[in-house]
């Protein structure tokens, strides 16, 4: 964490890009939640009518046996 921290306040200091892209950080945070609390809905309502796939039980019984060098 300290890296990233230390990466951060470097791009602070690049004058103008670095200095942009961490004063954008914010809005691109905001940005990310109102998405997230606007497609919660749908996301739910798309996970609740998805069909409901039944898992075989011959594939859980599978042993996988190592592999010999020959």
Known sequence: LLFLLSVLVLMA????NGTYTI???????????????GVRKRVAEIHSTAPVVEEDEEKQEIEFKPETAS
């Open 13 to 16: 200091f690049d004058y103008p």
């Open 23 to 37: 004063a954008a950080l914010p809005i691109i945070g905001i940005l990310l939640v109102i998405g997230w609390f």
